[in-house]
């Protein structure tokens, strides 16, 4: 199978209105998304509105990769010592209007969520790249297309010398990224009836 990392480019901002559908369908069934959202009518149709605030907030304060023209896949990071969204910043980009389109329970059990793992992710040394978020479009899935998003902040983590940080709700993608030299901090269930979790680390290779 061809590799695609060569086609991996830094996100332009056009394609930020491009990568809010792909990373909506990428998300559909992810278990954190199910459950803050139980609605599939409702999840179908906020997560694109949601992905294209993250893809904005990533673009302007942090790095976003594509897939060339044709977005199959994104990967948002934030960059060390800016790791945590700010509420101001997430304002800007328009998240202020998610207690419109969710509704005041999902908007609750929503920020519920993000606070376990914000707290968690406050236990490491600001000092990484996180990512925020990493997808790839259903029908792409499998192909490496992940696997190339996320190389070019890898090899610069390397480079500096710092470590990467990331949550998933997924037990698959924790095999994906262990290929990838991440290893589990912590593996849990979220409260209130939430969905398992891991959260992983990957210290600087070479």
């Known amino acids: 199978m061809t590799s695609t990392t060569a086609n991996v480019t830094r996100m332009a901002a056009p394609q930020i209105a491009e990568a809010g559908p792909v990373l909506g369908r990428a998300f559909f069934d992810d278990p954190i998304t199910v459950f803050a959202l139980p609605d599939p009518e409702k999840r179908a149709r906020v997560l694109p509105w949601f992905f294209e605030r993250a893809a904005r907030y990533a673009y302007r304060w942090g790095e976003a990769y594509t897939t060339g023209d044709n977005v199959a896949g994104t990967a948002l990071w934030l960059p060390p010592g800016d790791v945590l969204t700010s509420p101001l910043r997430m304002l800007r980009v328009g998240m202020g209007m998610l207690p419109f389109k969710i509704g005041l329970a999902d908007t609750m059990r929503f920020i519920g969520l993000m606070n376990v793992t914000e707290h968690l992710h406050k236990q490491i040394d600001p000092d990484h790249w996180y990512l925020f978020v990493?997808?790839?479009?259903?029908?792409?899935?499998?192909?490496?297309?992940?696997?190339?998003?996320?190389?070019?902040?890898?090899?610069?983590?390397?480079?500096?010398?710092?470590?990467?940080?990331?949550?998933?709700a997924k037990e698959i993608n924790v095999t994906f990224y262990r290929k990838h030299g991440f290893e589990v901090v912590v593996d849990d269930h979220l409260p209130n009836g939430g969905p398992r979790y891991w959260t992983m680390r990957r210290e600087p290779i070479g």
């Open 134 to 168: 990493l997808g790839v479009d259903t029908h792409r899935q499998g192909q490496g297309v992940g696997g190339g998003l996320i190389q070019p902040v890898l090899t610069r983590a390397d480079e500096e010398r710092r470590i990467c940080y990331l949550e998933t």
